[in-house]
């Protein structure tokens, strides 16, 4: 195969990959955002998100990809036994762990004080957090955020482990085809992967601090 | 369900895995850390050319995954350059040269939080650049970025789950080779999963220890990813 051959073979797996870095990222937003918000307001059960966070930043991806999918997986094949679930649902425990604590800084950020005013109009807490704080919290973490995406690209190379045939499985199955072409399938994946990260992480920074600016921070 | 945990054989597997992920993971930030701190220093003083090329350098490493860079190391390198290299070798380069990446912001940052001041203040008592880099700025710099430091640790750790693809017998391979046999999937994960948690957790500890020790009253380094 010439390079352009192989170049469009792995274009084929970018939307698999975009898809799960996508999808976890969601994920990760979704559970990110509260745990934060219980870790900072909810003192008492604040050990469990610690722990929690303890969990996802000390096992790897890979052996968790391959505890649900071919240790889970048989047993409860709804939903274990679907890789691109696993995938998405891995990546985003392990982001959800990762957004915590940048939303974290981010509440420290924002400060105190506006979750105290927003109380002393008749707010509940919940309500001043939903209404106050998150708005606010997306402002202080873009520059977090474009690494944690950019970092969900990179990881979505892991799910080769199961078998799903987004980038990196494809500049695999490439260098089996044989006579075996070892240098251009992991040099072009290489490029693709960067170009994929560079302009999330660097356009995410530059629109935070554009917006910081206009609100006046 | 977890009887294989008796077999010593077993057992022989798991420790060597482990053995395998701690050197690599240890040499890999060693590397990281010498080679990022040239980065930082090349990256503060250096010229256009040398900031340019510095920048290339993250970006290429930091910028694609860690298990492309492991494939592209133990099999294209050899390829071009026609030779049979150690893969043990070239996994801890690999290791090395991407934990460079990261840890030149991390030694950047920590210098920059207290570069301005104390350069001025080095340079006023006679002692020249490279001295005042030496003796004042990077001492205090290395203390500072411990916290950032044990990060790159955990998640270098948790990279090495990569070197079972490339053929290397780390502790997933030790894992893959005992479900083999004992077919217990399940089990067997579970127990690798909780070895890397129970040595990661330990050593950020540990860590975190040092770090309360050595940290500079006052100063603190504000990471921002």
Redesign the interface.
């Known amino acids: 195969m010439d390079v352009w051959q192989q170049l469009t073979f792995l274009l084929g797996g970018v939307p698999l990959t975009l898809s799960i870095s996508v999808l976890s990222f969601l994920i990760g937003i979704a559970i990110g955002l509260p745990l934060a918000f219980v870790r900072a307001y909810e003192k008492e059960v604040a050990f469990l998100v610690s722990a929690y966070e ?2 996802f ?8 990809m ?2 649900f999918y ?3 997986g ?2 409860f094949p709804f939903p274990f036994s679907n890789a691109f679930f696993v995938a998405a649902f891995v990546l985003g425990l392990r982001s959800g762990a990762n957004q915590s604590q940048i939303y974290r ?1 981010a509440i420290r950020g924002v400060g105190d004080e506006q979750m105290i005013a927003g109380v002393s109009i008749g707010l509940s807490k919940w309500r001043a957090i939903w209404h106050i704080m998150v708005p606010q919290v997306f402002n202080y973490s873009t ?2 955020l474009g ?1 944690e995406y ?1 970092l969900l690209i ?2 979505s ?2 799910v ?2 199961i078998g799903l045939a987004e980038l ?1 499985t494809k ?2 199955q490439l ?1 089996s085809i044989p006579p075996g072409d ?2 251009t399938p ?2 072009l ?3 693709l ?2 170009a994929l ?2 302009p999330i992480a660097f356009s995410l920074d530059r629109w935070g601090n554009k917006r910081k600016k206009k609100i006046g921070l | 369900m977890f009887e294989f945990l008796l077999n010593p054989i077993y057992q022989g597997w798991i420790v060597q895995g482990l053995l395998l992920t701690v050197e690599i993971t240890l040499f890999g930030v060693l590397l990281g850390l010498i080679l990022g701190t040239l980065l930082a220093i090349g990256d503060i003083y250096g010229g256009k050319l040398a900031k340019g090329a510095i920048a290339v350098y993250v ?2 490493f ?8 492991l ?2 190391a133990v ?2 390198v ?3 350059l026609n030779v049979q290299i150690d893969h043990y070798f070239l996994a801890f380069l690999v290791f090395g040269l991407n934990s460079a990446g990261y840890q030149k912001g991390y030694m950047k940052g920590a210098m920059e939080t207290i570069l301005g001041d104390q350069m001025q203040a080095g340079l006023s008592t006679g002692m020249s650049k490279v001295q005042t880099l030496r003796h004042v700025i990077l001492p205090q710099a290395l203390r500072i970025v411990i916290p950032s430091w044990t990060n790159e640790f ?1 998640s270098l ?6 070197l ?2 490339v053929g290397l017998f780390d502790l ?1 391979s030790a ?1 893959m080779a005992i479900k083999g046999i004992t077919y217990q ?2 089990p ?3 127990v ?2 909780a070895i ?3 040595w ?2 330990g050593f950020s500890k540990i860590m975190d220890m040092i770090y309360e020790r050595k940290k500079i009253p006052g100063i603190e380094l504000v990471m ?2």
């Open positions: 303890k969990v930043r000390g096992v790897p991806e890979i052996v968790l391959l505890l071919f240790g889970l048989p047993i800084g520059a977090g690494s950019a990179k990881d190379a892991y080769y482990v990196m500049a695999i260098k070892f240098v992991f040099v994946s290489a490029v992967y960067i990260t560079f | 970006e290429i930091r910028g694609s995954p860690l298990f492309v860079q494939f592209l099999y294209t050899p390829a071009i955990c750790t948790k990279s090495t789950a990569t079972a693809y997933v894992g999937i399940l067997v994960w579970i690798i999963g890397y948690l129970v990661i957790t921002q990813s």
